[in-house]
Structure formats: C-alpha cells, structure tokens
C-alpha cells in the first residue's frame, strides 16, 4: 500500500507547496525590485523608501492597537460567553451555538458597513436618532475612529475566540476546581487561581488567533479606517496599489514582508500554544457533571446580555441592510421613511452589469473554487491521516502555512507571479489564490473525518466480503460525507464573501461581490450597496443550505 | 472447518528496527470447536488472526482453512479477506456509524447479491439468535456496549461462515458486562457447528470459553491443550506463572519414585506429582497454587509437605480471605474461607497437596 502512496504523497507536495509556497517567493523576489515590470533587478530602493515613510510609524501604532484592542476585547467576550454556557445554568443555551456559527456567514465587509450605516458621523441612524430626539447639533458618535475599528472587529472575531475557549472550559475536569474548594479557597480565588492558569493556553492561543486575523483584516480597517483617516498595515498596502496614479508593487511587496513575517511567526506561537494546551486537558475517561453555577437572580440578566449580543451579530446587520436597500437615503425609522421605502435601489444593482457580473463571478468562485479546493483537500487529508511518513508530515506543514495569509499580501505575492502568465486577470487567477488562501479549512474537517474513520470499519467490511471498492463506496465515502459537506460549505461561504485577497486579484471583468460592496461603500451608494449586500447573504445561505441537503442526500442513498 | 498453520513467520518494521511477531508458527485448529489464543500483549496472537483472516500477510508459511489454500508464500498464493468468507468480531466492534443494526447485518448477505427478501429473512433470523429482535431499524451506535458486541457477532454470523474469528471482543465492555456476555457468547457459539478462533490476554476468559487454549509468546505457541491442562499440568513456569496465581520456588530434584518427586526447595521438601522428565538431580520449579494450600487446624499435623509459618497479611475479599504466609524466608500466597478465625501474626499449619503440587521447567 505504501508503495501506491508515494507518487501521491508527491504530487500533493508539488501542488500544495506551488500554492502555499509561490505567492510567499514571488513576493520575497518583488520586493527587491522597482515594480512589476522589471522583474529580476535586485535592488533596496523599496525598503528605503517604505521603511522611511515618516507616516509607517504611526500606522505600525495604529495596526497595533488595532489588533491587540479587537484581540482582547473578543477574547474576555468570548471567555464570558463560554464561561456562561458551560458553567452555568443560564436558560436557553441552545442560542451560544447559533451565536458562534451564524456570524460566520455574514460577510464581514456588510457587517462593517452597516456598523457604518448605524454610527458614522454625518448620517448614521443612531446618531440621526439621538440629534432628533434630544436636539443636538453634533452626532454623539463616531464610528470612524480607532476604537469604532476595534468594536466592530472584535464583535468579528468573536466566534472564533468562541470556538477556541469553549471547548477548552467544557474538557476542563472540575474536580481541579473542588480540590481547591476543599482546600479551602473562595471561588474567586479558585477562578484565578486554578481556573484561569490551565485555561491559559487556550486563552492565549485565541488571542493570537484574533491578532493574526485582525492583521489580515481588510473589510474594518478599509470600510471604517479610511473614512476617518485611521490606516493601518494592510490598508496602507491597499493605499499604495490601489490609489494615486501608479501603483507601486514594490512598495507593498516590501511593506508586506514584515506583515507575513509578523503573521507567520504569531501562527507558529498559536500552534505551540495550541500544542501545549492539549497537555493541560484532563478530560476524565468516566462521565462526570461539572458542578453549574447557579445565577439566581442574575439569570436573566446575563441572558438578556447574551440575547443583546446575538441580536447585534445577526439580526442586527441584516436588518440594517434590509432597510437601507429600501429607503431612498439615509433616514431614522418612522412613518414618513416606510412611506418612501421602494425597490429602487434593487432594481438599480439589477440594471447594474458589473454588480450582477460580479454577483456570476462570486457564484462560480464558491461553486467552482469550494468544489476544486476539497477535492484536493480530500488527497492531502487522506495522506496527512492515513499515510503518515515523512513526506506527508512535510505536507501537513505546508498546508497548514496559508493559515498565516494575510490575504493582501499574499493577493500581491500572487500578483507578482500572475503577472508573467496568461492567467493575469482572468477568473482562474482567483479561483488558485483563492484556494492557496483558504485551503487550512477544507483539509481541517476532512482531516477529522478521516480520523474518525477508524482501520477496523474498513478491515470489517472486507471481511465480510466487500472488496476494495465496494468498501470504498459503502463504508469510507458515507463516512466522509459529512467532512465534505461542512468543509465545502465552509470554503464556498469564505469564497463569496472573500475581499482581501479580490482587492489585489480582482480586475476590470473579474469583479467579485464584496469588492464591488467595497466600491459602492467608497462612492456612498448606500441603497445599493444594502440591496447587493442581501442578495450576497442570499447566496451563501442559498449555498450553504443546497449543499446540507445534498449531503444528507448522499447519506442516505449509499445501498 | 479446521484450519492448518504450518511454519508461518510475520517480521514488522517499527522505525528501523525488525520486530518479529509470528515465530515458525504451526498449529492446527480443531473443527467447530472454540480455540483461544491466549498470552500478553505483544505476544503475536492479534497477528496470528489477522494473518487468518487476511488483513495482514505473512512473509512466510502455510494457512489452510478446510481444504482451501487461503494463504503460501511458496505456492504464491494470496486470497484477499473478502474471498475467505469468514466472520469476524473486532476489538471495537467496528459497527458502521452510518447505518442502522438491520444494514450493519445485512451487509455481509449484500455483497454476496443476495435477493432482498432472503437477506431480511436471514437477518431477522440472526438478530432473534442474538436476542436483538426488533432492533433492527436503531442507529447502531446508540446501542448499549453489549448490544453493540452483539450486533457485531450477529453480523459475523449471518453468512453462515464455518469459520468465526474474535479479536479481544469483550475488553471494552465493564467487569459485569463481560461476564455476561461471556457467558452469553460461549451459549451462542456452542448452538452453532462452527469453528471459533478467541484471541485474548484474559485467562479468565481464555479459560471458561473455551474447549482448546494455545498460550503464545514472542510470536511462538509455547503450549496447547485444553483449559483444565494449562491450568493443572502445564510445566512451563511462564504458563503456570502468566494463568491464575501460582506460588513459585526454585528447587532441585532429590529422588523420583512411584510417580512422586521430592524437592528439596527453600522451605524445605516438598512431594510433588512426576513428570517424565523428572530426573534426579535436576533444577526445577514448583507450583503450588493458593487454592491447593490448605489450613491444617489440628496444630502439629503430620505427613508430606505440612509447613509452619506465620500469617504476614491477610485481607478480606468477600468470597475469600487472601493472605500472605512466611514459612522460613520465603512469603507464599494463600487462601482461606472467609470464616476462618485466624489474625495476622498468628502461626499455622498448612499442607500442600501433593497431586496439585507441579513442576515446572524453564
């Protein structure tokens, strides 16, 4: 068997590591030369004039406080959140798993954008509200600020963080916490004591995970930073392709070094510390309950809490939107703004080539790109579980390294390298970045489902006759279903919303949904913006609910 | 169907170095009867089944089941698992997540294309044997542990196979459990004319289930026989040693006579039923197992291997009482009924009998 596998295992190599590993070289060789078209003559003039920009200092600071802030605030989130659910007796937790799944699918340049349309200075909602109500001159708030960034990030991030800490709290054996009960500590003490130092790695490997995906964010920092002037690393970047009358490639090639190497060097810690918190769980092999808290009086409070945040995570934006593609421009809720509601706006996008282009590129990119990118993801999770050599340890790394892709460097590394080949500007330039940058979540539940599949459900069904392909057909692909359809749905959602990687690729006739979100933002076409934004929730619903019932399908029809 | 092993090998490779874990391996199985291997973890039994039933190859040897070659490294011939049409019960059941108990049973019948109607009848008929009827349309994996070993065996036996191989199938289930389903198992499988292959590292088991036991070790079948043999007259230290509890001392033959060897051994001399190879002079080992070494109540008792000692501890287990006696410097395991009046630190008389008194070579 082993033998069959090695050409395999290779091929998987050379495929992942083009992927992984290009974009990172063409962006290393770009960044030591004058620009795009004078590839190959070495030279520092970029890093100079980059790193001598009198303006780098203040965004390093800004990125900085950017990312901490959001990573912290969604971290203590997160821990309340988990904390909550796993150790008290708060009603209705069946919402914490809505609260950390939905989320996810609403893109996050639409959840930036109506954030934007609720508190940005000269007409956003709550402020109009609070001028009318009290009279004021000025708008109370101001979204287009540092801390409006950190805000809307780390309510983003929060699922995640989520997902990170509650199981860690949920595999925590409790009678660590009672020995020290016993021992005579207060719960406070215990909770700072025993509680939170074994929790530790997971708490910090959540706060990474945050940093590093607050250093790639691109939706924030261009839908809230720029109108207010608050650039950080990955908008800069986008300053310098994007804006002003030559784009400099160079220049983002060299400024995108350090933020790849930030990046990398974050995810490393956060696979250490991933590593080292696995030391730390003491999940008992005997059914145990963990000793609930009982909230008493403070139940419903802290659910009314939780409910407020759910409701600012998902119903909120969508309702936002919703209106706003409805009424003609900017106005507080109220009988006058339902009678001018139309669906002009709609209409418009739908008149519109490009947005309903970009709606056919999106759609053929989560299809397309999901349906390719776990294909390949079924191979290298196979090879990865299965196999188990040398080799296929060095393709678990190297698939594991996009993880730390900040998707406008990358998008740039991979600029670099389109460039020279016919796939410069065409679809297919996407569909590759986009499953080099994304490729992490497709092999992780693919990964998973091969482990559960265990060698005897296999070596069971030979012996009770199946041969080699038959046991294939009934035991090992049912099996695997379920793996193929959360990491297809997975990749489709993240490619239909996708941005930062689209802002660097996308090019005239390859426009995608959410940077054609992006341009209506910039232009303020708020109407139309909304009215695209929903019919984008739309799709990847539509997506993610097509391809549940397929899979459920598939399961049942496997005789 | 009997099966027969002759002269098979299996070497592993395990990072660089060679284990060898079958060792010129030969035995026959017996026809429709119940044979376990028996012996440690490691000791090569999961690969002897495995090499039967075809999940592994071996680089060497024989196996033949019934009159069918399945397996010859000198004859080149190779039958894959599925053409061997055995049964098999594994470790983890290995029940299939995604199906319910009737297509978990039924799968052996579909890839034989049976017609439908003969493969629900078959199975009914099997999940009533294994008093699983009804069962049929629940998710296989939210059967209790012991419904679940019973959907496996059913599964194992609804193609009707001669051979029926288990792997270790009771070491997930709890104490209690086990004992049940053992119990259950050895009814089951005494109502069918089938050949059934145990392997396990559980003498409890090994014992009570089956007809024939064959202890391994280091990849070699050291000894075979049935379960009162092993355990009464095997003369091997690592059998006597590795079955039940055994009292074993060092000794050395001093003279053999009328069937009784006496040794001289570090508590004294002791009688102990012969052996052919029971020479004088010989360095053996005695076996006396706690069960066999009785408490003599009339104090100062007479006669061949009666000792002196002083109780060292002694724990109450319920059934029993299990004690340590020291008699002279050597510490032997005893037991007494759970009545007896007698305290730690207390002197007293035990004999040994000397037909359960065995020797032991090697």
Redesign the interface.
Known sequence: MQKTNRPLTHVLIVIVGFLTICPVIMLFLGSFTEGLGAFGDFTLKKYIKSYSDPFLGSIVANTVIFTSGSALLATVLAMFLAYLNTRTNIPFKSLFGILSIIPMMIPHVLFAVSWALLLNPSNGMINLLFKQLLGLAESPFNIYTLQGMILVEALMDLPMAYLIIAPAMSAFDVSLEESSRVCGASNLRTALRVTLPILRPAILAAITLAIVRSLASFAVPSVIGMPGRNYVLSTHIYRVIATGFAPDYGMAAAVGMSILAASITLIFLYRYLTSEGEKYVTVSSRGYRPTVIDLKKAKYPMFGIVALLSFVLIVLPIVVLFYTSLVPYSMVPSAKAFSLMSWKHWIAVIKDPISMLSLKNSLFLGVAGATLGILLSIFIAYVIVKVRTTASGFLESLSFLSFSFPGIVIGIGFMWFFVYTPLYATIWALLIGYIATYLPYGVRPLSSAFIQI?S??E?????????AL?TMR??VI??LIPGVVSGWIMMATMFVRELSLSVVLSRPGTEVLAVQILRFAEDGLWGRLSALGIMMIFISTALVITASLIGAKL?RV?? | MEIRIRNLNKDFFSEGKRITALDQVNLDIPANRIFTLLGPSGCGKTSLLRCIVGLETPDKGEIVIGDEIVFSQEKNIYLPPEKRRLGMVFQTYAIWPHMNVFDNVAYPLQTRKLPKKEVSDKVTETLRFVQLAGFEKRPATKLSGGQQQRVALARALVAEPKVILFDEPLSNLDAKLREETRKELRSFLSRLSITAVYVTHDQIEALSLSDMVAVMRNGRIIEMGTPWDIYFNSDQRFVADFIGRANIMDGKIRSVEKGWAVIESAIGTIVCQSRDEAVPGKSVSVCIRPEFIKLLTEAGGEGRNVFRGKVESLVFVGDIQEGEVRIKDTSLSFQVEPTTKIKEGDLINLSFDPAHCSILFN
């Open positions: 265990h005897h459900l070596e069971s069904s030979r012996v009770c006759g199946g041969g038959y009934r035991i049912p099996l399961k496997n005789k």
